[in-house]
């Protein structure tokens, strides 16, 4: 029997968790397990095409940046066409159900153009539950609640995330002892295909119906419950807020004198530039594992687990370090922290062809995962401090566009690189990159506005930093 101090942590955990959950929602699960399954297939893709289709890593930055594609047009497309239709739910439970027939026809595609055009068909149709899935928070909340039921929602996708690689290092491991592992990752598809078949099933049940509603945003305190705790691969990310935005007035937006202002326009330039150099250095990283390094599949996912729990961890910290020295100080320092992460394994790619000792691997990943987290919570911060008042959710579409565009330019280039040259090219170029983006954030100057008239503009106070201020979050 436990004796009373281990009831007494039992208790106080359970509180914790009893208090954490308040936050959520029933239908937070079926985004929670969909998230599981993407998070394992984010690494197993790679492992597919390498090891059971036998193709190169120029083919898998081919792959990555028609993915890419698709997922941008998915993207700015979901949200008008789940306006149109006045409802949220059916696009959920949609996305969740082309995920399923995806991974099947992934774990039974005969060749790399089948899985790559599976692939694409997957991305596009998931893409639709990120077009909407905020939406459904805000139009069936109280306004003072949508921070914290965001902020969870979030937080169950990342948690999935991470436990979907924990899943594929334990399945891997288990399936090799019986299969050989072509047929073990082929298997591992088909069961993930079953996990998205619960996951359609949960969302068909409890995801609530609501009709449509437009609900101005108060982005200030939304930014910090959306920073993502996915890393590099943007277009996996749940959460992005491509509010009201669509083809057509993407377009006008740039090119009317009323959209974005010149230092926007700065901003998203050197935000295209940094995710094209994440993606030189994120792409063909799966296979540098496996192929130079020769870790076997399960420690793969392994050293991926890792790299997330480096961005779980610094979430919290990246949210504090915005609030006292402000968004572009943070950007900067993230930028750099990367530029020298990426041209430190440049350097040791061009010297030494093993792998580094465990220690030092999972250290230099942890430092990727805590750069990530600075990355990406300041400059979704940053894009609303710059937007004009009145485009602000146009702004934040806009910036993850030019997202997926950076990984686009990158896929092909990564991968034709690190098969011609060497994976110390592309990080190479990586860092290039990065350093050139820091350049071109430098000169950007950021407006100081007042907490009076974030609240005036969008109803919800803000300190200078551009993050809500304290209590308006989660």
């Not at 009373?4 to 239908?27: M, N, Y």
């Not at 009323?258 to 326009?265: S, W």
């Not at 020769?294 to 790299?307: A, K």
């Not at 506005?449 to 308006?472: F, H, I």
């Amino acid at each position: 029997m436990a004796n009373p101090d281990q009831k007494r942590r039992i208790g106080v955990i359970s509180t914790a968790l009893g208090r954490w959950l308040e936050g959520g929602e029933p239908w937070y699960a079926a985004i929670g397990l969909a998230n599981l399954v993407m998070g394992t297939s984010s690494i197993l893709i790679p492992l597919m095409i390498s090891q059971v289709l036998h193709r190169t890593v120029a083919d898998l930055g081919v792959l990555s940046s028609l993915v890419s594609v698709v997922g941008v047009i998915g993207s700015l497309l979901w949200g008008g066409l789940s306006d149109a239709a006045h409802r949220r739910k059916p696009f959920v439970i949609l996305s969740f159900a082309a995920v399923c027939l995806g991974f099947v026809a992934i774990g039974l595609g005969p060749s790399f153009w089948a899985v790559v055009l599976a692939n694409m068909a997957l991305n596009f149709f998931w893409v639709s539950n990120a077009a909407v899935t905020v939406l459904i928070v805000t139009e069936n909340s109280d306004k003072a609640a949508w921070e914290t039921k965001i902020g969870r929602l979030n937080q169950f996708g990342a948690i999935g995330w991470v436990l979907g690689l924990v899943l594929g290092s334990v399945g891997l491991a288990t399936a090799r002892q019986w299969l050989p592992d072509e047929r073990a990752i082929r298997v591992l598809f088909l069961a993930l295909a079953g996990g998205a078949a619960a996951a359609t099933y949960l969302a068909a049940r409890l995801v609530p119906r609501t009709t449509r509603r437009f609900t101005p945003l108060r982005f200030r305190g939304v930014v910090t419950a959306l920073g993502s705790f996915l890393v590099e691969v943007a277009r996996f990310s749940p959460y992005h807020l491509y509010h009201r935005l669509n083809l057509k007035n993407l377009v006008s937006l740039l090119r009317e004198r009323d959209g974005p202002g010149r230092e926007t326009k700065r901003f998203l330039a050197a935000t295209l530039v940094a995710f094209a150099a994440i993606g030189f250095f994120a792409i063909p990283l799966p296979l540098l594992f496996s192929e130079q390094f020769g870790f076997p599949s399960p420690t793969v996912f392994l050293y991926f687990v890792f790299l997330n729990v480096g961005v779980v961890l610094a979430y919290p910290w990246a949210s504090h370090r915005i609030d006292r020295f402000g968004n572009k100080a943070v950007q900067m320092a993230a930028l750099f922290a990367r530029f020298v992460l990426f041209a430190v394994a440049a350097v040791y790619l061009a010297l030494a062809r093993a792998a580094p000792g465990t220690f030092f691997l999972v250290l230099y990943l942890v430092l990727v995962g805590f750069s990530w987290s600075f990355f990406q919570l300041s400059g979704v911060a940053l894009t609303s401090r710059l937007a004009r008042p009145a485009l602000r959710g146009q702004t934040l579409g806009l910036y993850n566009a030019v997202a997926g565009l950076g990984l686009i330019v990158a896929g092909v280039g990564s991968g034709y690189l690190a098969d011609r040259v060497g994976y110390q090219a592309t990080f190479a170029v990586a860092a290039v990159l990065m350093g050139v983006a820091l350049l071109m954030l430098r000169p950007l100057r950021v407006p100081k506005v007042s907490a009076e008239s974030d609240t005036a503009s969008e109803g919800g106070g803000a300190n200078e930093s551009g993050l809500p201020s304290a209590g308006s979050g989660p």
